[in-house]
C-alpha cells in the first residue's frame, strides 16, 4: 500500500519569494508521483508527474519537482510565487501492478502575501 | 463536452435521507474514478469503472455508498440513508485510457454534499 504526507498544512510567502511544498511518500513499489493544484471551489488539475527518467521534472505556471528515491521524496518547488498561486496543492502517488487509483496527502494550503 | 461535469453542483440532505450525484466524464474517456474530499483533507478513492465494469469499489466506505456507470458514459453514486459523516465534496474523474496515470485524469468541480 501506498501513503502520502505533506508535512506543511499552511505555507504562507510573500510575493515574488520562492516556496518549496514538501511531500514524502511510502510505498513497497515503484511508484509514479503528482502534483495537483486545486483552485477554490473547483476540482484538481494537474501541475506536473513523475513518470520515470529525469528526476526534475517541469511543470505548469513555473513549478517543477524533483524526485529522490533514497529520500522518498518529491518536493514542489518555484522561484518566484504570484498572488495566483494561492491555493491547495495535493501531493499524490500511484503505483503497483495495475493499480490506477490515486493516493493523495493532506494538501498544503500555499497563502501569497504582498 | 470539454471538461467533467458534475451535478448538481450542492446538495443538502437531511439525514436518512437518499441521495444521487452524477458525473458526465469526457466523450469516449474509459475510466472513471470518484473521490470523497472531507473538509480540510485530501481526496480519497472511493471506486474506479473502466468502462461499465466497476473494477475496484475498495474504497466504498459502507454498503450505504453504491456507484453504477450501465453504458460505459455517466456514472451515478449513490447514497443511502445519508449520515453526517457522509458531508463532503464527491470528486469524479475520467482517463481517456485504463492508462490514466500515464496519460492523466481530469477532475470535475465535485459536489459538495451537506447533511443536516
Known amino acids: 500500500a501506498q501513503s502520502v504526507t505533506q508535512l506543511d498544512s499552511q505555507v504562507p510567502v510573500f510575493e515574488e519569494a520562492p516556496v518549496e511544498l514538501r511531500c514524502n511518500y511510502s510505498s513497497s513499489v515503484s511508484v509514479y508521483l503528482f502534483w495537483y493544484v486545486q483552485y477554490p471551489n473547483q476540482g484538481l488539475q494537474l501541475l506536473l508527474k513523475y513518470l520515470s527518467g529525469s528526476t526534475l521534472v517541469k511543470g505548469i505556471n513555473g513549478f517543477e519537482a524533483e524526485f529522490n528515491k533514497s529520500q522518498t521524496s518529491f518536493h514542489l518547488r518555484k522561484p518566484s510565487v504570484h498572488i495566483s498561486d494561492t491555493a491547495e496543492y495535493f501531493c499524490a502517488v500511484s503505483g503497483g501492478q495495475g493499480a490506477q487509483k490515486l493516493v493523495f496527502g493532506q494538501g498544503t494550503r500555499l497563502t501569497i502575501n504582498p | 463536452g470539454a471538461g467533467v461535469s458534475q451535478s448538481p453542483r450542492y446538495k443538502v440532505a437531511k439525514r436518512g435521507q437518499d441521495v444521487a450525484l452524477r458525473c458526465d466524464p469526457i466523450s469516449g474517456h474509459v475510466s472513471l474514478f470518484w473521490y470523497q474530499q472531507a473538509l480540510g483533507q485530501g481526496p480519497e478513492f472511493l471506486t474506479y469503472?473502466?468502462?461499465?465494469?466497476?473494477?475496484?469499489k475498495s474504497g466504498l466506505p459502507s454498503d450505504r455508498f453504491f456507484a453504477e456507470r450501465p453504458e460505459g458514459s455517466v456514472s451515478t453514486l449513490k447514497i443511502q440513508r445519508t449520515q453526517q459523516e457522509d458531508s463532503a465534496v464527491y470528486l469524479c474523474?475520467?482517463?481517456?485510457?485504463?492508462?490514466?496515470?500515464?496519460?492523466?485524469?481530469?477532475f470535475g468541480s465535485g459536489t459538495r454534499l451537506t447533511v443536516v
Open positions: 474523474a475520467s482517463s481517456l485510457s485504463n492508462r490514466g496515470r500515464v496519460y492523466g485524469y481530469t
Open positions: 469503472f473502466q468502462n461499465e465494469a466497476q473494477l475496484d
